[in-house]
């Protein structure tokens, strides 16, 4: 399968500036970065038993200056900005070396910010110098295409993933570490590999089964494997020939999760039945009136389904919202019809009517 000249589910060598070009636009969903921080470590770090410390001085994360930065980074937003639909968003990962110049440069590519969601690692590396606080966390930058889009976001389910509260934008998420980090001759293969549970909850809250997602800085995957696991196609960039290799040997042994366990059962809309079809079927009568809960306003059903109200008209809502004094009134949670002596919310009229209609 392919979009444009580019196939999809493959991790691709070569240098992403050029490689985007090739995707055709409005073709992404979605497009997780993870790009050079820029890290400008000029010598290297000791800990106090004189073991050296093994940071991030790959060659793939130097520049020059910031201005070389800042160009490049504009270069490679501009382009995932150009393959993205406009219901698609960008995730932007980096660290302070980095992540307020991309920042600025994703707001000035036309991208709008949603979130920043601070990556809290619950287990950083330790400040061996005792020289600054340790620095415990990165941050991600979540963007849409465009200000007013109408991007995926899969809050049900989010907060259903955090026992049912709002998900914050604090993740307390380990650093990839044992089986999962990925080690040739007891060596770490990448120096940067992100823990999959990152990208396991991007990927879930805002892309759908099937969706592509393009990753233009794949390193050792991480994004192209849980993208695969999770049911999500792929496109993956790395420049350097060492990681495309480790990087498609991961792949390789990842099998999807079954189609049905991908769904968002808890986010499933009950279908809109609106107050006209309880009218028009007879569950509510024209000329009955309806209550608020304290029986101190009372409106008529007209025929064409608004209610009358000492001479004002509106819909549940509208009128609702009038005579209720608040800012805004959902109707079918304000009033009331009168059953059997006792008033009985509208909404629960509904219910009996979805029930008996199977819908
Ligand atoms: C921060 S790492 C990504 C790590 C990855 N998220 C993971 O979990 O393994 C950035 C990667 O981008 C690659 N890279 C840097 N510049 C690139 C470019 N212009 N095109 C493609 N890949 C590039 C580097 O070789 C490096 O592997």
């Known amino acids: 399968m392919k979009t444009g000249a580019v196939e999809i589910n493959r991790i691709h060598h070569g240098d992403s500036l050029e490689l985007l070009k090739l995707l055709p636009d409005s073709s992404a969903d979605l497009v997780f970065a993870d790009p050079p921080y820029n890290l400008q470590l000029h010598r290297n770090l000791f800990r106090p038993d004189r073991s050296r410390v093994s940071a991030v001085d790959d060659g793939w994360d130097k520049f020059d200056s910031f201005l070389e930065y800042d160009d490049f980074t504009r270069a490679w937003?501009?382009?995932?900005?150009?393959?993205?639909?406009?219901?698609?968003?960008?995730?932007?990962?980096?660290?302070?070396?980095?992540?307020?110049?991309?920042?600025a440069m994703l707001q000035d590519t036309g991208f709008w910010i949603l979130n920043d969601i601070i990556w809290v690692k619950t287990n950083p590396m330790p400040n061996f110098m005792g020289t600054r606080f340790a620095n415990a966390h990165e941050t991600m930058i979540w963007a849409s295409r465009?200000?007013?889009?109408?991007?995926?976001?899969?809050?049900?389910?989010?907060?259903?993933?955090?026992?049912?509260?709002?998900?914050r934008s604090d993740w307390?998420?380990?650093?990839?570490?044992?089986?999962?980090?990925?080690?040739?001759?007891?060596?770490?293969?990448?120096?940067?590999?992100?823990?999959?549970?990152?990208?396991?909850?991007?990927?879930?809250?805002?892309?759908?089964?099937?969706?592509?997602?393009?990753?233009?800085?794949?390193?050792?995957?991480?994004?192209?494997?849980v993208a695969k696991r999770l049911g999500r196609n792929f496109i993956a960039f790395e420049r350097e020939l060492e990681y495309v290799d480790l990087a498609r040997e991961r792949i390789a042994d990842i099998t999807p999760l079954n189609v049905p366990l991908l769904e968002y059962?808890?986010?499933?809309?009950?279908?809109?039945?609106?107050?006209?079809?309880?009218?028009?079927?007879?569950?509510?009568?024209?000329?009955?009136?309806?209550?608020?809960?304290?029986?101190?306003?009372?409106?008529?059903v007209q025929a064409d389904t608004s209610l009358l109200c000492d001479g004002m008209t509106g819909s549940i809502h509208s009128l609702?919202?009038?005579?209720?004094?608040?800012?805004?009134?959902?109707?079918?949670?304000?009033?009331?019809?009168?059953?059997?002596?006792?008033?009985?919310?509208?909404?629960?009229?509904?219910?009996?009517?979805?029930?008996?209609?199977?819908c």
Request: aromatic share 8%; with cysteine; proline share 4%.
């Open 77 to 103: 937003l501009l382009e995932c900005r150009r393959v993205l639909k406009d219901t698609g968003s960008i995730w932007v990962i980096g660290s302070y070396h980095n992540i307020y110049r991309v920042g």
């Open 320 to 358: 609702g919202t009038i005579v209720s004094g608040r800012e805004r009134t959902n109707g079918w949670s304000y009033w009331h019809a009168e059953r059997e002596g006792a008033l009985l919310l509208i909404d629960e009229l509904r219910k009996e009517y979805r029930k008996r209609h199977q």
């Open 146 to 167: 465009l200000r007013n889009a109408k991007y995926t976001f899969h809050y049900q389910a989010m907060k259903g993933f955090n026992d049912d509260l709002q998900m």
């Open 265 to 300: 059962r808890t986010e499933r809309r009950l279908p809109r039945v609106p107050f006209g079809n309880l009218v028009a079927s007879g569950y509510i009568m024209v000329g009955e009136r309806l209550w608020s809960a304290d029986r101190s306003v009372s409106a008529e």
């Open 172 to 225: 307390m998420i380990p650093l990839c570490k044992g089986p999962e980090r990925i080690r040739e001759e007891g060596r770490r293969a990448h120096s940067t590999q992100k823990p999959e549970e990152l990208l396991y909850r991007i990927i879930m809250a805002t892309t759908n089964p099937g969706d592509l997602v393009v990753d233009p800085f794949a390193g050792s995957g991480t994004a192209a494997a």
